[in-house]
């Protein structure tokens, strides 16, 4: 199982960037796809995540200003960044809590990470 994110870069203060997730690989089903961010001298934290079928969660600090969806294509989500702070600076990372094919139990994936800076 592996998962391709891509989207980042550079953007001034009060931009937008989107961020895209895809995971491939032998998998059976997917339960949880979502994005946590890590910035310099600090620890990973969640940015949002999206449970199949059922509902999304946000951290307070992006609530109104991003937005994730699951793309049409399969096992794909993207994470619209709406309003950007310099304080959304950070290295973003793609996770998925799946059931691989052949597995037992859900496992966690991440993601390459990539990089979204927020300056002006």
């Known amino acids: 199982v592996q998962l391709q994110a891509s989207g980042g870069g550079l953007v001034q203060p009060g931009g937008s960037l989107r961020l895209s997730c895809a995971a491939s690989?032998?998998?059976?089903?997917?339960?949880?796809m979502g994005w946590y961010r890590q910035a310099p001298g600090k620890q990973r934290e969640l940015v949002a995540t999206l449970t199949w079928g059922v509902d999304t969660n946000y951290a307070d600090s992006v609530k109104g200003r991003f937005t994730i969806s699951r793309d049409n294509a399969k096992n794909t989500v993207a994470l619209q960044m709406n309003s950007l702070k310099p304080e959304d600076t950070a290295v973003y990372y793609c996770?998925?809590?799946?059931?691989?094919?052949?597995?037992?139990?859900?496992?966690?994936?991440w993601g390459q990470g990539t990089q979204v800076t927020v300056s002006s």
């Open positions: 996770n998925a809590r799946l059931l691989p094919v052949g597995g037992y139990s859900l496992r966690d994936y």
């Open positions: 690989g032998s998998i059976s089903s997917v339960n949880v």
